[in-house]
Nanobody, 115 residues
């Protein structure tokens, strides 16, 4: 089993920054893919960014150039640096880990972008 715990959410003004963290524990294999997803009120779950254990990265078009995903494999921790935040980034952000056919989710952390 794998447990994922997100932190770092909160209230920020438009144009501000936040850094989310996802700490993973349990049985984690060396080869895996971690990612951030989000769900805004009244909208569907959407992919934000993913990063493999080898360091390959992809971003949703809506966050390219503003968000940066990274991970520390030694600490089993993933990060999402979010800059130039917009009101439309308001959502619950979820951490995700996929390994050998299994998928795990955190409980989410709320990010609110508002003046």
């Amino acid at each position: 089993q794998v447990q994922l715990v997100e932190s770092g959410g909160g209230l920020v003004q438009p144009g501000g920054s936040l850094r989310l963290s996802c700490s993973a524990s349990g049985t984690i294999f060396r080869i895996n893919t971690m990612g951030w997803y989000r769900q805004a009120p009244g909208k569907e779950h959407e992919l934000v960014a993913t990063i493999t254990s080898g360091g390959s990265i992809s971003y949703a078009d809506s966050v390219k150039g503003r968000f940066t995903i990274s991970r520390d494999n030694a600490k089993n921790t993933m990060y999402l640096q979010m800059n130039n935040l917009k009101p439309e980034d308001t959502a619950v952000y979820y951490c995700n880990l996929r390994q050998f056919g299994a998928t795990y989710w955190g409980k989410g952390t709320l990010v609110t972008v508002s003046s």
